[in-house]
């Protein structure tokens, strides 16, 4: 199984990091926009399309407000996992910066570059979006 584990840090407050990563069915709005061109909830499972034309169904296994973490499964779509589960999370770095968590672990081992690359291309958009965010809310 490969695991996948990507931290960085946000300039913007834990509280306003979680609300956007909270916001499941948003995620092309608030969290990652251009990167995910869209998201829709059906029951427990948000449709995801990527700005690459891959789209995923993901089963929301939780959402804990407590901890600030998301976590979900790839469980249908044009990426076809044997196992897929992976997880968001926001710690407090100070009062007005964010540690940003996202691990991901899958199989089979060779949709690791592909989607380690994805994981990347989405930090990066994600760091863009919440940093220009907090600029603007200041």
């Given at each position: 199984?490969?695991?996948?584990h990507?931290?960085?840090l ?12 909270r ?15 869209d998201?829709?909830l ?5 449709v ?14 939780d959402?804990?407000h ?11 779509g044009s ?8 997880s ?5 770095d ?9 691990i991901?672990?899958?199989t ?6 592909p ?8 930090a990066?958009?994600i760091?863009q979006?919440l940093?220009t965010?907090?600029t603007l809310?200041?």
């Amino acid at each position: 199984m490969a695991h996948i584990h990507k931290e960085f840090l946000i300039e913007s407050a834990p509280d306003n990091v979680w609300a956007a990563v909270r916001d499941v069915s948003e995620i092309h709005r608030r969290l990652a926009p251009g990167f995910v061109t869209d998201t829709r909830l059906e029951a427990d499972t948000r449709v995801v399309t990527f700005s690459n034309g891959v789209v995923v169904h993901e089963l929301l296994v939780d959402i804990d407000h407590e901890a600030r973490r998301v976590a979900y499964a790839v469980v249908g779509g044009s990426l076809a996992p044997k196992h897929h589960h992976a997880s968001m999370q926001v710690f407090a770095d100070g009062k007005d910066h964010s540690r940003f968590v996202w691990i991901t672990d899958v199989t089979p081992d060779d949709l690791a570059g592909p989607i380690a690359e994805m994981v990347d291309q989405g930090a990066l958009v994600i760091k863009q979006t919440l940093e220009t965010q907090a600029t603007l809310d200041n």
